[in-house]
């Protein structure tokens, strides 16, 4: 779940799965390198690996999981220290979510929008649904930026039916301590993108 004040969580209200209409789930980097290994990693992020689990098993619709997987040498790593190398065990789905990968695209960036297997369901695939879930890590960039690109081509289009999700319990950032505060970060990011028309839920619920 993400890390927040309880009087900023107690702001939002859980929302009834009964209500989703035409949904898919994606999951963001919810991987070793961000969980369990490596220079970007913060194990607390797995805390919200049993609310996904959860959001998977109780909603049957596609689930489509998004990786970091970076070339030995790639822009990002001006940025951010070496991570999530392809070929890598940093680049794999955590084995606690293993059992529901399905289908599995690629990014070369934070932002899963610009992503080669993104855009091609972006053209082929993404009018089959109505209520576009995204979960995982990190809230304030991959998650904020994914959220934000998609709702911009949204509005662009003027897809009207259309609603990003993002559930508070499956998603978190990263803390390390007087350089990004876990609390403030995500409060920042759930309420930029709730002010942007994404439609931001304390959790999902039967």
Request: aromatic residues 10%; contains cysteine; negative net charge.
């Amino acid at each position: 779940m993400a890390r927040v004040q309880q009087e900023f969580y107690q702001k939002f209200a859980p929302l009834s799965q009964h209500e989703l209409q035409k949904p898919i789930v994606f999951v963001v980097d919810m991987i070793n390198g961000f969980i369990k290994e490596g220079a970007l990693h913060d194990p607390a992020i797995l805390s919200c690996g049993d609310a996904i689990k959860r959001l998977l098993t109780d909603i049957d619709c596609r689930r489509i999981f998004v990786a970091d997987a970076h070339p030995p040498k790639t822009r990002e790593f001006q940025s951010y220290p070496s991570h999530c190398v392809i070929g890598t065990a940093e680049s794999e789905v955590i084995s606690e979510l293993q059992p529901y990968v399905e289908e599995l695209f690629y990014k070369n960036s934070t932002n899963a929008f610009t992503a080669d297997d993104f855009q091609t369901f972006l053209g082929s695939d993404l009018d089959m649904y109505r209520d576009i879930i995204i979960t995982g890590c990190c809230t304030d960039i991959c998650i904020m930026q994914f959220s934000l690109c998609l709702n911009a081509w949204l509005n662009e289009h003027n897809k009207t039916n259309h609603r990003i999700i993002i559930p508070m319990d499956c998603v978190d950032t990263y803390h390390i301590e007087e350089l990004h505060d876990v609390q403030t970060n995500n409060q920042f990011a759930l309420t930029n993108m709730q002010a942007n028309g994404i439609l931001i839920v304390a959790s999902m619920v039967r």
